[in-house]
């Protein structure tokens, strides 16, 4: 039986180095989803013995281009950053000074920080609590964890620079391939929230 489960070998003489050099110029580039659906994988593994799973190393901003990270392949996580034609990851940016005159006077990111910082805080459609982990000036990190198990999601502000007054985000769970909409039902209780408040949608969701 041992024999089934054998690997056939073969015997390469000088064409060794040539084969090598041909399979090494064929490997494809890891794209950026695939680092991040792999680490993924890897948190999953570990949540085997700790619920909570690991802060995946791929949260902040990334570089180039200047964003949030993409969205693993899993269906438990939206992001500003993915294409419009992701339904399934993708969610439009908010923004805290809109166009459409619900303003009666312009608010500074530092304002809009402390309306975001007070809904985040006080609001739970999900029963999970959130912790603010990290806060810098331009960007929020927190974290929810749910009342059983122990399960965390990471979620994720970021006030870009520039003219306009807009914040992306990115919510996600640590493990796992499916959240029920957990995520997305989230982000939408959020901006309930601050529309409340004078804030708005760039686009429908």
């Given at each position: 039986?041992?024999?089934?489960?054998?690997?056939?070998?073969?015997?390469?003489?000088?064409?060794?180095?040539?084969?090598?050099?041909?399979?090494?110029?064929?490997?494809?580039k890891?794209?950026?989803r695939?680092?991040?659906?792999?680490?993924?994988?890897?948190?999953?593994?570990?949540?085997?013995?700790?619920?909570?799973?690991?802060?995946?190393?791929?949260?902040?901003v990334?570089?180039?281009?200047?964003?949030?990270?993409?969205?693993?392949?899993?269906?438990?996580?939206?992001?500003?950053?993915?294409?419009?034609?992701?339904?399934?990851?993708?969610?439009?940016?908010?923004?805290?000074?809109?166009?459409?005159?619900?303003?009666?006077?312009?608010i500074?990111?530092?304002?809009?920080?402390?309306?975001?910082?007070?809904?985040?805080?006080?609001?739970?459609?999900?029963?999970?609590?959130?912790?603010?982990?990290?806060?810098k000036?331009?960007?929020?990190?927190?974290?929810y964890?749910?009342?059983?198990?122990?399960?965390?999601?990471?979620?994720?502000?970021?006030?870009?620079?520039?003219?306009?007054?807009?914040?992306?985000?990115?919510?996600?769970?640590?493990?796992?391939?499916?959240?029920?909409?957990?995520?997305?039902?989230?982000?939408?209780?959020?901006?309930?929230?601050?529309?409340?408040?004078?804030?708005?949608?760039?686009?429908?969701?």
């Amino acid at each position: 039986m041992a024999s089934i489960f054998m690997r056939p070998s073969f015997s390469c003489c000088s064409s060794r180095g040539v084969a090598s050099h041909r399979k090494e110029s064929r490997a494809p580039k890891i794209r950026r989803r695939e680092v991040i659906l792999r680490t993924s994988e890897i948190a999953t593994l570990a949540a085997i013995f700790h619920f909570s799973g690991s802060k995946p190393n791929y949260l902040g901003v990334q570089k180039n281009p200047p964003s949030l990270a993409l969205c693993p392949a899993t269906n438990n996580c939206v992001s500003t950053s993915e294409e419009k034609t992701d339904s399934n990851h993708y969610a439009p940016p908010w923004n805290y000074n809109p166009q459409d005159g619900r303003r009666k006077k312009p608010i500074s990111r530092e304002e809009a920080m402390e309306e975001l910082l007070q809904v985040v805080t006080s609001t739970k459609p999900d029963n999970f609590t959130p912790k603010i982990v990290e806060k810098k000036d331009d960007y929020i990190r927190v974290e929810y964890e749910s009342p059983i198990l122990g399960l965390v999601d990471d979620v994720e502000f970021w006030f870009p620079s520039g003219n306009k007054s807009i914040v992306e985000y990115r919510s996600a769970s640590r493990v796992g391939s499916v959240d029920f909409d957990i995520n997305r039902k989230r982000i939408k209780a959020i901006r309930l929230a601050l529309e409340k408040k004078g804030w708005a949608s760039e686009s429908s969701f």
